[in-house]
């Protein structure tokens, strides 16, 4: 119902992007007498009609002025009626109603109703977006409950962006048209999952949307899931989509990917993601092995199941885990993880810069993912599509190492895993650490080129960019969501300040990132932004820059709980604003093996242990 009442602007986070949106004001008479007392599954709140068929576009009204989204391209997407779409950890059911024949309600107006949801989580994820009947608005926000089962109580905060003209970084879902009474329009539609925090040590028993915000927007929620604690699992690899690139196309291949672990044990899992893409794309078979050498595997490959099955299809935006399997993985090992496309497959969500030889084989070649010989892939990849994760039985969890190509491992030696956080995990476990510091996983979350405040990659559409979308825009997924994650270091900022942005900005960014992960219980450490005079766009001016934000991470006042002063190891103490000879790649920007090594070597592995 959407109910006039005065309206206030605040800002707010919503999706990991600063906006400016509509906070709640005091709800009126009428909208306290609608709200419902009882908790009811949100299904049963449903009061709105956003999905409608292409051919009937009056059928449906998003907005409150005739506008819709379209059955079709959400079909076209994989978003079907009734499917659970995996989206940052959690598991989302797209409601059966969204544009079934029926014309039957899909998604619910906030409006202080109650929510039946039981369970225990560590967060809870909403599908939503903003509408407003004045056309593309700023969004919309508001204050809701949480009613644990112990009878304490708790708030969050929803933000959604507008469905016609919110980010495109931080979308779950994109799609290329609407509907209007008029016809279709060609002009982008999206849907968001927002993750708020929870008591993860309490049991929930129900939650309260916020109030309407008012007169000028609408906000809408889809779905609401607990997210479940990944118990008894440790995040061992992981790799973070940087951009969605043409291939092939690639037509009944199978990617054999070369991937390095931190932590081991004795069962697995891996995610498969497709990030930033338009349309579902088709897995026929999984397998894992252990690397001999090349494409060849140690030992027949193990094949992996999706829910039972031998393949899957993946939504565009969603991601997959599969079944645990049986499989003892050594810590600081190499695996192959071998994936068959059925195909064809024009474009995929991938990290680039990934320092490793993986394998491909011939088109037409069909599943060879379980083959132990290396004949089959006659073709090689230097980058890492699709796979975002591995994890292994048991283990204390992880660290997660959120940078830039210094993170990612740029200008290390190829197939050596000789990046910062290879090494941080070997000392982790090395029996001289002595440290009493759980040997936790260590997941590398760096993109080459990313910035903190900057989406360089705009997070739709295929493109040669592959520097991702900013830090703030991706925390969710490459940090927050990540398996067992228990402490995030920090370490970004050089690409803002080498393409002009203001130190100001990158303080408030990176506090930005803390603050988040710190509202869900992470142990958050910053580090010092190293030196690169003698790198192209690493000027006087730039350097300056570098010097007060890092005057910022040295003396935070508790943004930060730890600090890691890699600045300090790399420099050349003759000429502070330059890496050390002996340190350098050569490209003046980046360290090279050895000074990967110092950095990861002065770390003290007690300021990595979680809270």
């Not at 708020?196 to 939650?207: C, I, Y």
């Not at 980046?590 to 090594?597: R, S, Y």
């Amino acid at each position: 119902m959407r109910v006039g009442r005065p309206w206030s602007v605040a800002g707010i986070v919503a999706g990991g992007a600063a906006l400016a949106l509509l906070a709640p004001a005091a709800p009126s008479v009428a909208a306290q007498a609608s709200t419902p007392t009882k908790p009811l599954p949100l299904e049963r709140l449903f009061d709105n009609r956003a999905v409608g068929d292409d051919t009937a576009p009056g059928t449906a009204d998003f907005d409150g002025a005739g506008n819709s989204l379209s059955a079709q391209d959400l079909r076209a997407a994989g978003w079907t009626p009734g499917r659970t779409i995996a989206l940052d950890a959690a598991r989302l059911t797209w409601p059966r109603s969204a544009g079934s024949p029926s014309a039957r309600p899909d998604n619910v107006i906030t409006d202080g109703q109650s929510v039946r949801l039981r369970g225990r989580g560590d967060a809870l994820t909403f599908l939503v977006a903003s509408s407003s009947p004045d056309g593309p608005g700023t969004g919309a926000s508001g204050t809701g409950r949480v009613r644990y089962r112990d009878g304490s109580y708790g708030t969050y905060t929803l933000g959604a962006p507008d469905w016609r003209a919110g980010p495109a970084a931080t979308k779950a879902v994109g799609l290329p048209h609407l509907n209007t009474a008029d016809g279709q329009r060609q002009e982008a539609a999206r849907l968001y999952a927002v993750t708020v925090p929870l008591r993860g040590d309490r049991q929930v028993a129900s939650v309260t949307l916020p109030k309407d915000p008012g007169p000028a927007a609408d906000l809408h929620v889809f779905a609401a899931s607990l997210r479940q604690p990944a118990r008894g699992w440790t995040g061992s690899w992981a790799a973070s989509t940087a951009g969605y690139t043409k291939v092939g196309p690639w037509t009944d291949q199978t990617l054999r990917l070369v991937v390095h672990t931190s932590a081991g044990g004795p069962g697995a899992r891996v995610r498969l993601e497709n990030t930033f893409a338009a349309a579902p794309v088709g897995i026929g078979h999984a397998t894992v092995a252990l690397q001999a050498n090349g494409a060849a595997a140690s030992g027949t490959p193990v094949p992996l199941t999706f829910r039972g099955r031998a393949g899957t299809s993946i939504p565009a935006g969603a991601q997959v885990f599969s079944d645990p399997v049986k499989f003892p993985v050594p810590a600081d090992a190499n695996l192959l993880v071998s994936i068959h496309l059925p195909g064809p497959v024009a474009a995929v969500p991938v990290h680039t810069q990934a320092t490793q030889r993986s394998y491909l084989s011939a088109p037409g070649s069909g599943d060879r993912t379980g083959e132990a010989g290396s004949g089959a892939y006659t073709g090689t990849l230097t980058t890492w599509p699709f796979l975002t994760g591995v994890d292994v039985r048991g283990g204390p969890g992880s660290v997660v190492t959120l940078g830039d190509s210094i993170t990612d491992g740029t200008k290390s030696t190829m197939d050596a895993n000789r990046r910062w956080p290879d090494v941080l995990a070997r000392r982790l476990r090395a029996p001289s650490a002595g440290s009493g510091v759980p040997a936790y996983g260590v997941v590398n979350s760096g993109i080459s080129a990313n910035r903190v405040v900057t989406d360089v990659y705009p997070g739709d559409g295929v493109s040669t960019v592959t520097s991702g979308v900013s830090a703030g825009s991706r925390l969710e997924r490459d940090a927050l969501a990540q398996t067992s994650a228990r402490t995030v270091v920090i370490f970004q900022g050089i690409n803002d300040l080498r393409w002009g942005t203001s130190a100001e900005s990158v303080v408030a960014g990176l506090k930005g990132l803390a603050a988040r992960a710190h509202a869900r219980g992470l142990r958050v450490v910053g580090g010092t932004i190293t030196p690169c005079e003698g790198e192209a766009l690493c000027t006087a001016d730039a350097d300056a820059r570098r010097s007060v934000v890092n005057a910022f991470i040295r003396d935070s006042g508790g943004v930060f709980d730890a600090v890691l002063d890699f600045d300090a190891v790399v420099r050349d103490p003759a000429h502070p604003a330059r890496i050390l000879p002996a340190y350098d790649s050569g490209d003046h920007l980046h360290p090279g093996d050895a000074g990967l090594k110092a950095m990861a070597d002065a770390i003290p592995l007690r300021s990595l242990a979680a809270r």
